[in-house]
């Protein structure tokens, strides 16, 4: 069954065209508890079949498991895909637990050999810095990473969690295809810099989480609901007086969802897929799953629209939502705006 296909976008002014839903990796493996092999490796074709060509992943999920899981995909399909990747986030030997971010030279440059190594591939498509490390001028991050493009390792340049001014200096060294940033209706902080930012530059707005973890789907209302190994019990927005107050937001989504007869999830999706519109750039939502039904129903929403009425509803949510996304924000855009 290869019905339903969605559309497609493109990645920057000079980059590949791509499914306009993409889909996020890292819970196939790592972050959200226990998982199936067998289901997520389903999923994986299962999307593949509805045009979804973008697939998610980073050297930091499951200290490099996350990549070596997908290899087999990706290397089954490689004509068919974009293969996404990311780096910054080192594991220091004597503590596994621990992220350092890293975007000094000789650290890019080992961490594009071991993701290439892990991958199984010559190239990857879209590289990615994870997060920015203030102490190394952008500039010189940017200007190794345009170094693999010229060796033929990368063949597009990303960055995640960049500010608008961040952004200008590094696509000034380098054309950026794409910055992946949070952006659901709980999470909408880029909308007052980077994403006019990326207007102006010709840059697809990526946006990862656009769920809200999960929490936008009603499948979870606390932490407490999630397995000990899931590490969204450690973000503030999903614990104790949060959890209850946020929760109490998914009223009017689920107003909406009823008029269109689909899931809150599917409306959290459609809301996301509009910006692109409302924005004026290409927007790729990359809700994550390990479902092949899940998929089914995320690529769905590509087809909602939303009428002027229902967006002025959901507007004022993420004005709304209690604690942040995460226990740091040092580490992302809003942090250094």
Sequence with gaps: MTDGRITTAKLGDDGPEVGVQGLGC???????????????????????????????????????????????????????????????????????????????????????????????????????????????????????????????????????????????????????????????????????????????????LVAYSPLGRGFLTGSFATAEDLSSGDFRRQQPRFTGDNATANGALLKPIRTVAEAHGVSVGQIALAWAHQQSSLHGLPVIPIPGTRKPTRVEENTAATRIVLTEEELALLDPIAAKVAGDRYADMAFTSAGRE
């Design 26 to 204: 890292m819970g196939m493996n790592f972050g959200y508890g226990p998982s199936d092999a067998d289901a997520s490796r389903a999923t994986l074709e299962r999307a593949l079949e509805l045009g979804v060509t973008l697939y998610d992943t980073a050297d930091a999920y499951g200290a490099g498991e996350n990549e070596r899981f997908l290899s087999p995909f990706f290397k089954a399909h490689r004509d068919e895909l974009v293969i996404a990747t990311k780096f910054a986030l080192s594991i220091p030997p004597d503590d596994p637990t621990r992220r350092v971010i890293r975007n000094d030279p000789p650290y890019i440059r080992q961490a594009v050999e071991a993701s290439l190594k892990r991958l199984d591939v010559d190239v990857i498509d879209l590289y990615y810095m994870h997060r920015r490390d203030v102490n190394v001028p952008i500039e010189e991050s940017v200007g190794v990473m345009a170094e693999l493009v010229r060796e033929g390792k990368v063949k597009h340049l990303g960055l995640s969690e960049v500010t608008a001014d961040e952004l200008h200096a590094a696509h000034a060294v380098h054309p950026i295809a794409a910055v992946q940033s949070e952006w659901s209706l709980f999470s909408r902080d880029i909308e007052t810099n980077v994403v006019p930012a990326a207007r102006d530059l010709g840059v697809t």
